[in-house]
């Protein structure tokens, strides 16, 4: 019922709340599960495993204009000008509303920045503001929304807002040209080059897309065809604790208590329990499966390997060096992350890839396909969604 809450919390695990490897040597010496794990778990077979071949997405004009536009987008610029603020552009305000002649909750505010046209405010107040120059103050008498949904006390009511217009800057998009790409550091020297390589980064993640996708079905049969004997509660407790105190963390940072956060999510806290409970042992299985893998298969994080699939991440997640890197997730965590990544190569590397369409489970996954394409899609929102409402300004729009 909460299938989109638990993803969330599975996939936060998965790559960095696995913190189960001792680095000396850079090598797996487990401080979780070092434990003969087949009194645990029996894990089925995973070599030989029929995994029906994925062919990679083809990369169109369009798709390679997209990512260009994104990334010209995300350099956008806002340059200060002297001139009538117009839709589209960003004012920064200073603002205050009153209701019945006085000032409530979230109604105000100092050195804001509003881009016009957005819709994040109240109907009439960014319209109120075109036309405004630097320095104006403006008076927008204007209602709210009934119902308001961030405030219902507010619902329907008058308000004036006071406004101050600190700045007016319009919207500086860079254009596409060899003197941009150039600037790039990369290195580029025309936009075609710079176009081509584009071309080639998509075409690398539709062919590594393809090839996760294998992964996770190799993965996925070798869970189905493996049984927990029983669970070693000291990893269940550590895996719910983990979910309970990162969504804790989550909800602070939205303002939000622990009882409104659940409250948002449609559980009880019994309920929730529950989840964190189905979240860990799924959880501490594939773990207990991971590393019965790796030990059978001999399968370890090397020196050489881990300087280079951490340069991987660096360069993928932003970092400047593999230092920073380990600043921000420990070195036992992005040894542990790689030998997942290991492991999924070994089943992979020793799985039967066949056509499409001519796997043995094609039947029954078509079957199955079927029985449920009648079924309604998810109408639960997810606690962010929520909380992310809760924390509108009151001044803001519906």
């Known amino acids: 019922m909460y299938k989109k809450i638990l993803a969330l919390a599975l996939a936060f695990a998965l790559v960095f709340s696995m913190s189960a490897c001792s680095s000396s040597k850079v090598e797996t010496s487990e401080k979780q599960y070092d434990y003969d794990l087949s009194e645990y778990v029996t894990v089925g077979e995973y070599k030989g495993i029929e995994v029906e071949r994925v062919d990679p997405e083809e990369v169109t004009d369009e798709d390679v204009q997209s990512e260009i536009t994104s990334e010209l987008e995300s350099k956008i610029s806002w340059d200060e000008v002297d001139r009538p603020a117009e839709n589209g552009d960003r004012v920064n305000i200073d603002y205050e509303g009153k209701v019945d002649g006085k000032p409530f909750d979230g109604g105000n505010a100092e050195g804001y920045d509003l881009t016009l046209g957005d819709g994040a405010f109240i109907e009439g107040f960014e319209e109120g503001l075109v036309g405004a120059s630097k320095g104006d103050t403006k008076e927008l008498n204007l209602t709210f929304p009934d119902p308001y949904v961030n405030n219902e006390e507010l619902s329907g009511k008058a308000v004036v807002f006071t406004v101050k217009v600190n ?13 941009y790409v150039k600037s790039l550091k990369e290195d580029y020297k025309t936009v075609e080059e710079y176009k081509k390589a584009v071309r080639e980064d998509l075409e690398e ?66 309920q929730f329990t529950e989840e964190a409970k189905t979240y860990a042992e ?12 790796a030990r059978n298969e001999n399968i370890a994080v090397t020196e050489g390997a881990y300087e280079e699939e951490a340069q991987k991440y660096v360069e993928s997640l932003g970092y400047e060096s593999i230092e920073a890197l380990e600043e921000a997730y420990d070195k036992d965590t992005i040894i542990t992350s790689i030998l997942w990544n ?57």
């Not at 993640?205 to 065809?225: F, G, I, L, R, Y």
């Not at 799924?282 to 893998?293: A, C, D, L, P, R």
Request: glycine share 4%.
């Open 167 to 179: 700045s007016v800057s319009e919207e500086n998009v860079p254009e596409l040209n060899d003197e």
């Open 205 to 270: 993640q539709a062919e590594e897309s393809a090839k996760q996708a294998m992964m996770s079905t190799a993965w996925q049969k070798v869970m189905d065809n493996s049984e927990v004997i029983k669970y070693p509660e000291e990893e269940v407790a550590k895996k719910q604790k983990e979910m309970k105190d990162y969504y804790e963390q989550y909800a602070e940072s939205y303002g939000m208590s622990w009882d409104d956060f659940i409250s948002m999510t449609g559980m009880t806290e019994e």
């Open 282 to 293: 799924e959880s501490v299985k594939e773990e207990m499966i991971m590393y019965t893998i």
């Open 342 to 398: 290991e492991v999924f190569e070994f089943l992979l590397d020793n799985a039967k890839i066949v056509e499409p369409g001519t796997g043995a489970d094609t039947e029954g996954a078509a079957a199955e396909e079927d029985a449920t394409a009648e079924e309604p899609a998810a109408t639960e929102e997810a606690a962010d969604d929520a909380a992310a409402a809760e924390g509108e300004e009151a001044a803001q729009g519906e």
